[in-house]
């Protein structure tokens, strides 16, 4: 599977970015997809994942309640939905599919990365 994620880009805080994910391959539908961020000097952090269908979704507190995670296996596209965007989530973003973990090490394939920033 290759990923292709897109999307990132500058925003105010308060606004929001959609943040997609192509992916080739067949196999799509039968991977965990997951979002990871990473910011300068810190370790890649979990965002959230959907299962297989898309009725599963989890996420990280800091992305509860303002980010949603849908997937669109027709497409082979992924989706991260990011509202109410602060400061703090400035970072790359980065998709990834494996088996569902919060742990970025049990993903095996991995896009590569788009950029999100947030200004005050």
């Known amino acids: 599977v290759q990923l292709q994620a897109s999307g990132g880009g500058l925003v105010q805080a308060g606004g929001s970015l959609r943040l997609s994910c192509a992916a080739s391959g067949r196999t799509f539908s039968r991977y965990i997809m997951g979002w990871f961020r990473q910011a300068p000097g810190k370790e890649r952090e979990f965002v959230g994942a959907?299962?297989?269908?898309?009725?599963?979704?989890y996420y990280a507190d800091s992305a509860k309640g303002r980010f949603t995670i849908s997937r669109d296996n027709a497409k082979n596209t992924v989706y991260l939905q990011m509202n109410g965007l602060k400061p703090e989530d400035t970072a790359v973003y980065y998709c990834a599919a494996g088996v569902f973990s919060y742990s970025p090490d049990e993903y095996s394939y991995w896009g590569q990365g788009t950029q999100v920033t947030v200004s005050s």
């Open positions: 959907i299962g297989w269908s898309g009725g599963s979704t």
